[in-house]
């Protein structure tokens, strides 16, 4: 949650950045985007590279990254120094979340796994979303670089944290394993089925929640009337209540749902929602509910598919490496939902928006039945 803080800090304060260091619309989405980009292009080679040095070493290096970053991008001076700043942020993140999920695994009991993955999903509805709220209140009277302060100390503390009660603990000792090259791992999970439909089920999942999460704020200033700091708290708001959504989705595997009746309930019902959110017959008010009851539900995507990590990896030492391979995939979508959904609203107005989120829904759908295929041919051999 605290590397998710990385995330979360930068859409409220794109306005004070952008007063402050002169910075261009262009320059302002790449400051968004970096984050993003930088998992999307690392972050099964990050995982690999915790397998090898160590998951725990890997988490700690990466808050103290974040701390670092955070804290020296409070002081920049120009865009260009900032987006430097940013770049070794993205690091810090994908460090943290492409290692921390085998850590839980080793310690959690079997019975437990499926609701310690569930609840380990809601790091980013949780940190992003409490730091947005944080942003959107401290804003109005400060900078940006007090928000950038405010990440900074929080990993900080977290370091802290991590070197007292983390490092010490034997349970969390590296399990020796036998490794094989880089590249024939990447390539093993790259062309696994399991991991790759896991992958782009998260793409399409992330793709069309940040298609709405990312033009809220605007739907709301534009058709609604709120000011920029209303916008953002309501924004943060119906990110964290995401979080619900992961935590129901342990539950109700616990329980003996099936993923896929989940993942595929979850999907049809919100292809309807996100029509909902973007069709012009819809009142204003009602559009934010729709956006609320959209982010809780379909939460259980992602808590569905990284239970689903430890039961199609090719090999259990490669849970690190699948992880990273989803982690990627999820930010593709991140990358890529924003701008397809601006391009459509400005060809023919926001109700263009809802063919995105339904057919990259559809995606989730096909993907979650392949999934649920794969298992129960697992199951049987």
Request: proline share 6%; hydrophobic share 60%.
């Amino acid at each position: 949650m605290i590397a998710a803080f990385q995330v979360g800090k930068a859409p409220p304060s794109l306005p004070s950045i952008r007063e402050d260091l002169d910075a261009s619309l262009r320059q302002a989405g790449w400051l968004l985007s970096t984050v993003n980009l930088m998992t999307a292009l690392g972050g099964m080679a990050i995982a690999l590279s915790a397998d090898r040095m160590g998951h725990r070493r890997m988490v700690v290096f990466g808050t103290a990254l974040c701390c670092a970053a955070s804290l020296a991008g409070a002081f920049a001076v120009s865009v260009d120094q900032l987006m430097v700043g940013r770049v070794f942020e993205g690091l810090g993140f994908i460090a943290v979340t492409a290692a921390a999920p085998a850590l839980l695994l080793r310690i959690a009991q079997p019975r437990d796994q499926r609701i310690v993955m569930a609840m380990w999903t809601t790091y980013m509805p949780a940190g992003a979303g409490t730091m947005m709220l944080i942003a959107a209140l401290v804003l109005p009277g400060t900078s940006w670089r007090v928000i950038w302060l405010v990440a900074a100390a929080a990993a900080a503390v977290m370091l802290v944290a991590l070197l007292l009660r983390a490092a010490p603990a034997k349970e969390l000792d590296p399990v020796p394993a036998r490794r094989h090259p880089v590249l024939a791992e990447m390539r093993e999970v790259a062309t696994s089925g399991g991991p790759l439909a896991i992958a782009l089920c998260f793409a399409a999942y992330s793709c069309c929640w940040f298609a709405v999460v990312g033009f809220l704020p605007t739907l709301q200033v534009e058709r609604l009337g709120f000011t920029a700091s209303t916008a953002a708290i309501v924004t943060a708001l119906v990110t964290a209540v995401n979080a619900l959504g992961n935590l129901s989705a342990g539950w109700l595997l616990h329980h003996g749902v099936p993923r896929v009746a989940m993942i595929v309930g979850a999907a049809i019902s919100m292809a309807f929602c996100a029509a909902g959110i973007f069709v012009d017959c819809v009142p204003d008010l009602m559009r934010l509910v729709l956006a609320g009851v959209y982010s809780m539900i379909i939460g259980v995507v992602p808590g569905a598919l990284f239970t689903a990590i430890p039961i199609h990896t090719p090999r259990p030492d490669l849970a690190g490496a699948s992880t990273g391979l989803l982690m990627q995939g999820s930010n593709l979508g991140a990358l890529l939902g924003p701008p397809i959904t601006g391009a459509l609203v400005v060809s023919g107005g926001w109700r263009n928006a809802a063919w995105l989120t339904s057919v990259a829904l559809a995606l989730v759908v096909a993907a979650a039945l392949f999934l649920h295929w794969r298992e129960r041919r697992k199951l049987a051999a």
